[in-house]
């Protein structure tokens, strides 16, 4: 999105996306929560909500363990890329840059460009799939029109109103919640499923761990975080990091975190309780997808469905296609930001232009949109532990960070997070079928 700007000037307080936050507590804290919020916004993607429910109708309320798991890891990997564009006021891409070989950048920058690409590409497709169910236009067509949509908003909207708008949108996802106290659900196994960890170590199991890890710990969302770090920074004069910023910019990560992950255990408990029971082990369809919110809705099951996938797509695509174009221009020292018109960004803006047609061409293929999104899923469950222990190594440099290196307790998270996913992958190739 751009901001109606005439100069390379910093915006204004009154008109920027958020302050800097420069205390935790007080009135209004809540008004200046940004980057944190929107990126767990983010987090609850189509292809989020695609991955949560195949893996509730699979495996019932088996993997549930992995919500609290995966919060904490997701919550120390946000928090170390919001440190380094906090302290250093750059990119992720641009520290990189700095710090490190250039063709581990170039590896890292190719590694997110891939996994996004494919992402919007699922995104919005199962976008186009759930309109079918209330409006019968051709698939393609569907995805064309959210594509130029979307394209018009990330060049003429400024992101913060657009954003702030699509989160009433985004409410919808509450819906899931709500399922949970009108359908039949087993309170009792539901604790245990949440405290016991249980899992069958076949390649099934495994894959659909991936699949949540990687909409979980996305790689665009390391990009996109420091990225609006980076710019909300920027936006101040004369800003000097302290201890309060970092406390406050942590209770922003973990709010957004928490609430992705929140969301994502309801909609695990909700297929179970709904397409589990029912004997709808593998979700292909928009749907099947949809029935997931029957006990709720009844025949307006599709309409709830549809606000929620379009509502957390058009939210989503142009944080992903943003990512990517951050990263991009960072590389490369293009002159960036969502806050410039795009005749001040012609790099920029091209770069998140080519990203969302690829994404469209991508829907050519013939997969099946509501697969598309666990494949999305995989996919970035894939590309994320380098790019991970590359943060591990940035967030750990006291030449770069000096005193707000991160602690202990964020490496140990962090470190633990990437011998996970590295090891998740490994596991799949040796496990019986």
């Not at 770069?400 to 290196?405: D, P």
């Not at 470190?415 to 992958?425: E, F, Q, Y």
Request: proline fraction near 5%.
């Amino acid at each position: 999105m751009s901001h109606d700007i005439a100069s390379d000037a910093a915006p204004s307080r009154r008109e920027r996306h958020h302050a800097v936050r420069s205390r935790i507590r007080g009135r209004g804290y809540f008004r200046r929560l940004g980057p944190g919020i929107v990126t767990g916004a983010a987090d609850d993607d189509p292809s989020g909500i695609g991955t949560y429910s195949q893996v509730g109708a699979a495996t019932g309320n088996r993997l549930l363990w992995s919500a609290p798991v995966l919060l904490p890891l997701a919550f120390a990997v946000q928090e170390a890329c919001a440190r380094l564009a906090l302290v250093t006021g750059k990119g992720l891409a641009g520290i990189i840059r700095d710090r490190l070989p250039r063709p581990l950048l170039f590896l890292c920058v190719a590694l997110v460009t891939i996994a996004n690409t494919v992402n919007i590409a699922a995104d919005i497709g199962s976008m186009s799939a759930a309109l079918r169910l209330l409006v019968p236009v051709p698939q393609f067509l569907g995805v064309v029109g959210f594509g130029v949509l979307i394209v018009l908003a990330e060049i003429y909207v400024p992101y913060h109103r657009y954003a702030k708008g699509l989160r009433w949108l985004c409410l919808s996802l509450l819906a899931y919640v709500a399922v949970l106290f009108v359908a039949n659900v087993d309170w009792p196994q539901v604790g245990l499923s949440l405290l016991v960890p249980r899992i069958d170590w076949g390649k099934t199991d495994i894959a659909l761990l991936i699949g949540l890890a990687g909409t979980t710990i996305s790689p665009y969302l390391f990009f996109w975080q420091s990225a609006e770090e980076m710019e909300a920074r920027a936006a101040e004069k004369d800003y000097a990091v302290n201890e309060m910023h970092i406390r406050a910019m942590r209770g922003d990560v973990f709010a957004g975190m928490a609430t992705g992950v929140f969301v994502m255990a309801a909609i695990m408990i909700t297929a179970s309780a709904t397409l589990h029971r029912a004997g709808i082990t593998t979700v292909q369809t928009a749907e099947q997808a949809a029935q997931a919110l029957t006990p709720l809705a009844g025949p307006f099951a599709g309409v709830l469905f549809l606000l929620g996938i379009v509502g957390t797509g058009l939210l989503s695509v142009p944080v992903l296609a943003g990512a990517t174009s951050y990263a991009i221009a960072e590389t490369f020292g293009w002159r960036e930001s969502l806050e410039r018109r795009p005749s001040q960004a012609r790099a920029f803006y091209a770069v998140i232009l080519v990203s969302i047609v690829v994404g469209l061409a991508l829907n050519l293929i013939g997969l099946d949109p509501i697969q598309f999104l666990f494949i999305a899923a995989v996919t970035n469950g894939l590309a994320a532990p380098i790019l991970m222990a590359v943060i591990w190594w940035l967030a750990r440099d006291e030449r770069l960070l000096g005193r707000w290196r991160s602690p202990l307790w964020s490496r140990l998270l962090l470190g633990g997070a990437i011998v996970a996913m590295t090891a998740l992958p490994v596991l799949w190739l040796i496990a019986p079928a």
